[in-house]
Structures are given as C-alpha cells and as structure tokens.
T-cell receptor
Framework: DAGVIQSPRHEVTEMGQEVTLRCKPI?????LFWYRQTMMRGLELLIY????????DSGMPEDRFSAKMPNASFSTLKIQPSEPRDSAVYFC?????????????FGPGTRLLVL | GEDVEQSLFLSVREGDSSVINCTYT??????LYWYKQEPGAGLQLLTY?????DMKQDQRLTVLLNKKDKHLSLRIADTQTGDSAIYFC???????????FGKGTKLSVIP
C-alpha cells in the first residue's frame, strides 16, 4: 500500500525561478495538508484541503505561494517567484476526515534550496 | 491560538528508558499523537491516544495522558540507537481537522 508520494524529493533552484512541488495522497483519503519545516519555525501548516476544496489557507506566507488540488489524487504547491527564505522542507500529508479528527500520514518531503 | 510545548533535547544511554514530555493548551483535544522523524525523512506516526484514555501501551512504547494537567508523555523502554530521532507531539482539537505540532524533541541515544 503506497503512502503519500511527493516529488521531487530534492529541488535546488535560483532566486526568482518558479518551483512546483507535487503530492499524491493516499487513495481514499479526503483531506490533504501542506506543511513547511524549518529549523527556526518548526513545522507550519500552510494550507489544507477537504474534498479537493481549500478550507484554510491562512498559513500561506504570501501571494508568491499558491496551492491547487484539481482532483482527489493530486495536489501542487507552487512558489513564484522563489526566494532564498523559502528554503525548507515541504511536507504533504493526507487523512480521512469524518466526524472526528483522523490520523495524518506524511510524505517523505521535498527539500527545497533556493540560491 | 492553541499551543503545544516540548523540551528540545533529550540524551539517554542505550538500554535505558527515555521519557519525552509534552504539554498542550487545547482542552477540547480529542486525539493526541506522537510522530517520529529520522534524519532526512518525513514524519512517521508512532502512536496516538484518545483523550478519554490515560494510558496506552504498544510494545516498547507507553503513552501517558494527564488530561487535567494537559500533559502527555512518551516512554520508550530499552532505548536503542535506532530510536535516535526527533519526536513530535501533536494534538487534534474536537471538530477540527488540523493538528497542532510541538517543535519536536531531539532524542540522542549514547551507545
């Protein structure tokens, strides 16, 4: 049973370039989360989707960040233009959310370095 | 907003027990979680406890919950070098799909 799949696993880019991170949630899960992890700020929730609809994007840092979920099996997080301070590990997680909180399962992360 | 606090570092000798502590502020938390992150990897769910329980045991892992004091702990018996990792405590509030994570406790196991 495949877990959450993220690609690429590593990304090195130059400041100003567009970066697109991809996520495939666990089949059957209806909630998807994007997190960012840095040494300084720890793990931050950027956005979460329920049934492909963005429910809370209050954690998205600024307009340079955007996320989409065109269908139940795919989501993207885009940074345009990228800046060195965006360097971090970006995690995607999914869960099945019913009436109560359900366990989130994390992908392996994308390690982004913006030069 | 809600908050989850953990100490940042813990060092133990191989074979000893490790106890990682966590406090949270959300009184409506329904589930509390422990995740493990090994170097260069994602977060792996270790165990979780429902808020109406006070203890859960799973092999070498024991979770204790003191709901009155909003205190959660993870005990790892017979700690091994492979247990070296960062351990995150997280709480899920009632009616919320979000988790609030602590900053993680880095466990170092000394051979």
């Amino acid at each position: 049973d495949a877990g959450v799949i993220q690609s690429p696993r590593h990304e090195v880019t130059e400041m100003g370039q567009e970066v697109t991170l991809r996520c495939k949630p666990i089949s059957g899960h209806n909630s998807l989360f994007w997190y960012r992890q840095t040494m300084m700020r720890g793990l931050e929730l950027l956005i979460y989707f329920n049934n492909n609809v963005p429910i809370d994007d209050s954690g998205m840092p600024e307009d340079r960040f955007s996320a989409k979920m065109p269908n139940a099996s795919f989501s993207t997080l885009k940074i345009q233009p990228s800046e060195p301070r965006d360097s971090a590990v970006y995690f995607c997680a999914s869960s099945w959310a019913g009436r109560t909180q359900e366990t989130q399962y994390f992908g392996p992360g994308t390690r982004l370095l913006v030069l | 907003g809600e908050d989850v606090e953990q100490s940042l570092f813990l060092s133990v000798r191989e074979g000893d027990s490790s106890v990682i502590n966590c406090t949270y502020t959300d009184s409506s938390s329904t589930y509390l979680y422990w995740y493990k992150q090994e170097p260069g990897a994602g977060l792996q769910l270790l165990t979780y406890i429902f808020s109406n329980m006070d203890m859960k045991q799973d092999q070498r892992l024991t979770v204790l919950l003191n709901k009155k004091d909003k205190h959660l702990s993870l005990r790892i018996a017979d700690t091994q070098t492979g247990d070296s990792a960062i351990y995150f405590c997280a709480d899920g509030g009632a009616g919320s799909y979000q988790l609030t994570f602590g900053k993680g406790t880095k466990l170092s196991v000394i051979p």
